[in-house]
């Protein structure tokens, strides 16, 4: 048996009345485990809710191929980020960050647990309502692709080395910065511009500690800067736009 705890991204209906949830955690990754009888009220209904974060006790079998299979045993919510359910905007935002989190590359050599901390700590500043959704949209979605390998190098000018400029030049296919006399491919459709601002913004995503994450401060018309920017670098990287994204831009 195995007890871990995961926030619960994902379910799917199996069979009439059983159900297939997927959950973040520390250990594993997004692991996906059979509850049976899942769709119907039970001891385990409220615990295995979608963005809820719970303690779940595992069963691991193996089927006559040789898989593993997993199935629920118990579970017990921890988190309910009960306010976040209550909203359909968050809800839908919610949406968008698990779909995330389920198409990420997470292997072996990621650091799960960053990325549960990640999730949890989005979770609960859009369950309370203390910060901008936008900014923590942009926040999960740059700071989830630099957990998964994506992480851009922004420290200097890839050339050299200055770091600073009016402008600077990110490409998005190289993942490079680039000073404003460096650079001589400015009209690329990989290229996106970084005055300072946008640029101590992005890297204070990417590269602070954990601990100081969510502790900045955005204007509006940077957060509409930083929303374009995150947007295209998720795009970039998972090669697919998301229904849920364009459901949420449509509330
Ligand atoms: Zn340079």
């Known amino acids: 048996m195995l007890t871990i705890k995961g926030l619960i991204i994902r379910e799917e209906q ?3 009345s059983s159900k297939y949830i997927y959950a973040l955690t520390a250990e594993r990754g997004v692991i996906g485990f059979l509850v049976r009888g899942g769709m119907k009220s039970s001891k385990n209904s409220a615990s295995t809710q979608l963005y809820v974060y719970s303690e779940l006790c595992i069963e691991e079998k193996k089927n006559a191929a040789g898989d593993t299979l997993y199935y629920l045993n118990s579970s017990e919510a921890i988190e309910m980020f009960f306010e976040l359910r ?3 905007i968050k809800m839908s935002l919610a949406a968008y960050l698990t779909e995330l989190i389920y198409y990420s590359r997470i292997e072996d050599s990621t650091d799960k647990n960053e990325i549960l901390r990640l999730a949890l700590n989005t979770f609960y500043f859009l369950n309370k309502g203390s910060k901008d959704r936008e900014m923590l949209k942009s926040i999960f979605e740059l700071r989830l692709l630099c957990e998964t390998g994506f992480r851009p190098a922004l420290v200097a000018c890839s050339k050299c080395y200055k770091y600073e400029d009016d402008k ?8 490079t910065l680039e000073c404003n006399e460096c650079c001589t491919n400015k009209d690329s459709m990989f290229a996106v511009v970084f005055d300072k601002r946008l640029l101590y ?4 995503i990417a590269l602070t500690d954990f601990d100081r994450l969510f502790s900045i401060r955005i204007s509006p018309d940077y957060q509409a800067k930083l929303t374009d920017f995150t947007e295209r670098f998720v795009k970039y990287h998972f090669k697919e736009s998301f229904k849920t994204l364009t459901f949420y831009r449509s509330l």
């Open 14 to 16: 199996k069979g009439e």
């Open 86 to 88: 209550l909203d359909i």
């Open 168 to 175: 600077m030049y990110f490409n998005m296919r190289s993942g």
């Open 201 to 204: 913004i992005v890297r204070h």
